[in-house]
């Protein structure tokens, strides 16, 4: 069994504007490959795979017009097309309502950490181009070898907090 923690955390003012970019990164891509599946599914009916949206973003994109995305890392892009991909997978399967696109008003503001990256300090953990971040307590020991599960930063209105399994 996996237990969740819900962490407050204390991040400096660049922190919480690395927070906010990378929080529009994962919406921004995760709409990106709805409407790019939707797209491809209209124009070719056939589904695409979460991994030609990546490469298309990563060997297309980043490069060039969309300089923006190398801001944060890499992995919040990543997860964010993932997890559209299982949405849309549920959504096939009849499990769930179509995935809707994420809005600045309605949706969640949160993005994944990389959890091979995340090692927890002192005063809190250090991430992936997020540097060490102050936590209210401090992150759960692990045992050696284990690494923390599905590792998120959110903002509930007031205060941000990384929950991790």
Request: net charge positive; hydrophobic share 35%.
């Amino acid at each position: 069994m996996i237990m969740a923690t819900k962490i407050r955390l204390k991040p400096t003012k660049e922190q919480e504007i690395l927070f906010w970019k990378s929080a529009g990164i994962a919406r921004w891509a995760y709409n990106y490959f709805l409407a790019e599946s939707e797209r491809i599914y209209n124009d070719e009916k056939r589904t695409v795979k979460e991994g030609e949206v990546r490469k298309k973003i990563n060997n297309e994109l980043k490069p060039t017009t969309h300089k923006w995305l190398q801001e944060v890392g890499s992995n919040v892009m990543k997860q964010a097309v993932k997890d559209a991909d299982i949405a849309r997978k549920r959504w096939f399967k009849g499990m769930t309502e179509k995935p809707r696109f994420k809005s600045r008003r309605r949706s969640k503001v949160s993005f994944y950490v990389n959890y091979e990256s995340l090692q927890r300090t002192n005063e809190g953990f250090r991430g992936e181009k997020i540097g060490s971040v102050k936590t209210c307590i401090a992150l759960p020991k692990l045992k050696k070898g284990h690494k923390y599960s599905n590792p998120r930063i959110s903002f509930d209105g007031r205060n941000w907090f990384l929950s991790i399994g």
